[in-house]
């Protein structure tokens, strides 16, 4: 599976960005989908995951409700929308998947097999 992020860039502070990921492969529909993203000198961290169909979404604390991830698994993507954005949302943000299907999406990022090389946020004050 080949994941490809698009949509970073430079946003003000209060401001929005969609993120996509355009995955490869025919199981798709099957895997489990998360964002992650990695602030400079910080851990990678889980911002938001979503189920194979769905019917499961979990975030991240810090996101209140300011993010939405979604899936569109005839096109083969997901997609992660933020607003409300905060200089604190910068980072590198990755697409992963978990080709296990888990009915609840993971926050572990060890349990994502697939990932996409980021794209930049970066939210000005």
């Known amino acids: 599976v080949q994941l490809v992020e698009s949509g970073g860039g430079l946003v003000q502070a209060g401001g929005s960005l969609r993120l996509s990921c355009a995955a490869s492969?025919?199981?798709?529909?099957?895997?489990?989908m998360g964002w992650f993203r990695q602030a400079p000198g910080k851990e990678r961290e889980f911002v938001a995951g979503i189920s194979w169909g769905a019917h499961s979404l979990s975030y991240a604390d810090f996101v209140k409700g300011r993010f939405e991830i979604s899936r569109d698994n005839a096109k083969n993507t997901v997609s992660l929308q933020m607003n409300f954005l905060e200089p604190e949302d910068t980072a590198v943000y990755y697409c992963a998947a978990d080709p296990l299907g888990d009915y609840y999406p993971p926050t572990n990022q060890n349990e994502y097999d697939f990932w996409g090389q980021g794209t930049q946020v970066t939210v000005s004050s």
């Open positions: 492969g025919r199981t798709f529909s099957s895997y489990a």
